[in-house]
């Protein structure tokens, strides 16, 4: 049983629900703010998914606050696969973890170590890293808290179970053994996939570090440039190996996986691409960004 209401309408109306209910809180608020001034209705209380077919374990209000929700539906159908969890790698899964992709399936064999704390997001513990985990098994637990379906590989990707790459919808590609990517690009290729091959060169010279990071896409729209310009390399010969001197910084490690993430994105419709290129590549010393191989 109501005992009060009341009603609080401007001669104009209110423009929409929003502001209605805002103004509402307002007026509300107003005699316990004068009191307390650090009293407040916005509490942000943390709403979690009722709804079991999102992958989020809490609703994802950021797309509904920009009011992009509609956008951001246009990456829901999508299977990811990336392979390699290194330091571009590790910031790719940063990136489309946030997405309402429907799954993410991670491939690398190797253990998260030491090194690999300053080259990834997050901030593990002395703890975490004695673990020794496998680098799959530790970030599908560190964003498990976050999203659900993703499923780790325990495995380096061969001939021998890359049928399981063939599932995806989209595959990100953040290795550097040359004859393994081949056959991954060729087995992709045949299946009619499209992929994104990430790749990052760094050097000392005078004191100071030069590098280039570039982002090689790979569609039905446009395949030919990958081999007719050698814009991925297949080589084995570690001396020439972009990733021989093992440097990587994280920033550069995430600039390169965002660019690549923003890529895809545009393949998805999510951002608008006026250019359709299909290679891209960032000087870092003359701070070039450069695109290439329009489809």
């Given at each position: 049983?109501?005992?009060?209401?009341?009603?609080?309408?401007?001669?104009?109306?209110?423009?929409?629900?929003?502001?209605?209910?805002?103004?509402?809180?307002?007026?509300?608020?107003?005699?316990?703010?004068?009191?307390?001034?650090?009293?407040t209705?916005?509490?942000?209380?943390?709403?979690?998914?009722?709804?079991?077919?999102?992958?989020?374990n809490?609703?994802?209000?950021?797309?509904?606050?920009?009011?992009?929700?509609?956008?951001?539906d246009?990456?829901?159908?999508?299977?990811?696969?990336?392979?390699?969890?290194?330091?571009?790698?590790?910031?790719?899964?940063?990136?489309?973890?946030?997405?309402?992709?429907?799954?993410?399936?991670?491939?690398?064999?190797?253990?998260?170590?030491?090194?690999?704390?300053?080259?990834?997001?997050?901030?593990?513990?002395?703890?975490?890293?004695?673990?020794?985990?496998k680098?799959?098994?530790?970030?599908?637990?560190?964003?498990?808290?976050?999203?659900?379906?993703?499923?780790?590989?325990?495995?380096?990707?061969?001939?021998?179970?890359i049928?399981?790459?063939?599932?995806?919808?989209?595959?990100?590609?953040?290795?550097?053994?040359?004859?393994?990517?081949?056959?991954?690009?060729?087995?992709?290729?045949?299946?009619?996939?499209?992929?994104?091959?990430?790749?990052?060169?760094?050097?000392?010279?005078?004191?100071?570090?030069?590098?280039?990071?570039?982002?090689?896409?790979?569609?039905?729209?446009?395949?030919?440039?990958?081999?007719?310009?050698n814009?991925?390399?297949?080589?084995e010969?570690?001396?020439?190996?972009?990733?021989?001197?093992?440097?990587?910084?994280?920033?550069?490690?995430?600039?390169?996986?965002?660019?690549a993430?923003?890529?895809?994105?545009?393949?998805?419709?999510?951002?608008?691409?006026?250019?359709?290129?299909?290679?891209?590549?960032?000087?870092?010393?003359?701070?070039?960004?450069?695109?290439?191989?329009?489809?």
């Amino acid at each position: 049983m109501i005992n009060y209401s009341f009603s609080s309408k401007p001669s104009d109306g209110y423009i929409n629900y929003y502001d209605k209910m805002t103004r509402y809180v307002e007026i509300i608020s107003a005699p316990a703010q004068a009191i307390d001034d650090s009293v407040t209705a916005k509490t942000f209380k943390v709403i979690e998914c009722q709804n079991e077919e999102s992958v989020f374990n809490y609703i994802d209000t950021c797309s509904s606050r920009a009011n992009i929700n509609i956008i951001s539906d246009k990456l829901k159908t999508y299977k990811i696969g990336i392979v390699g969890l290194g330091g571009t790698g590790s910031y790719v899964l940063d990136l489309i973890a946030k997405t309402p992709v429907e799954e993410i399936h991670l491939f690398d064999g190797d253990k998260f170590l030491q090194h690999n704390a300053f080259r990834s997001p997050g901030a593990p513990s002395v703890e975490e890293l004695n673990k020794v985990q496998k680098k799959v098994d530790y970030f599908t637990d560190l964003y498990a808290g976050m999203r659900k379906n993703i499923f780790p590989h325990d495995c380096y990707v061969n001939s021998s179970n890359i049928d399981q790459l063939l599932l995806m919808d989209f595959v990100f590609l953040c290795l550097d053994k040359g004859g393994v990517k081949k056959l991954i690009v060729e087995k992709l290729e045949e299946a009619k996939l499209s992929f994104i091959d990430t790749g990052m060169g760094v050097e000392v010279v005078d004191e100071s570090l030069i590098g280039i990071l570039r982002v090689t896409t790979s569609t039905e729209k446009k395949r030919e440039h990958v081999r007719d310009k050698n814009r991925i390399s297949f080589s084995e010969d570690e001396a020439n190996d972009e990733y021989s001197q093992n440097i990587q910084i994280a920033d550069l490690n995430a600039f390169n996986a965002a660019m690549a993430v923003i890529k895809w994105k545009k393949l998805c419709g999510f951002y608008q691409d006026r250019e359709n290129e299909h290679f891209s590549t960032y000087s870092l010393n003359v701070n070039m960004l450069v695109s290439d191989d329009q489809s």
